[in-house]
Nanobody, 123 residues
Framework: QVQLVESGGGSVQAGGSLRLSCVASGYTYCMAWFRHAPGKERGGVAA???????TYADSVKGRFTVSKDNTKNTLYLQMNSLKPEDTAMYYC????????????????????WGQGTQVTVSS
């Protein structure tokens, strides 16, 4: 059982930046960020595997960077050039390596989830 705790959310104006963190209770092989906005389906943002191979949703490419510190069991999401449409609850998730390798940002494949951290971007 892996426990995940997110932090770093907040309110920012369009064009600003935020960095989200997710601390895992143990080592994880495939980790990802998802987001869920009111009235929209939950969507994948970025995933990274144990080899630091990353996958991004098209909507965040060039603006967001996912990384992890294996010594601290911590996942990060650096979000730059934020837009109002980035407003959502952001969730950290973990899964076995094969999920990153074969399924990418498929939420149904991730078995461990954090409680979420809210990101609000105002125009």
């Amino acid at each position: 059982q892996v426990q995940l705790v997110e932090s770093g959310g907040g309110s920012v104006q369009a064009g600003g930046s935020l960095r989200l963190s997710c601390v895992a209770s143990g080592y994880t092989y495939c980790m990802a960020w998802f987001r869920h906005a009111p009235g929209k389906e939950r969507g994948g943002v970025a995933a990274i595997d144990q080899f630091d191979s990353a996958t991004y949703a098209d909507s965040v490419k060039g603006r967001f960077t996912v990384s992890k510190d294996n010594t601290k069991n911590t996942l990060y999401l650096q979000m730059n050039s934020l837009k109002p449409e980035d407003t959502a609850m952001y969730y950290c998730a973990a899964a076995p390596y094969v999920v990153c390798r074969d399924f990418g940002l498929s939420a149904a494949r991730f078995g461990f989830w954090g409680q979420g951290t809210q990101v609000t971007v105002s125009s």
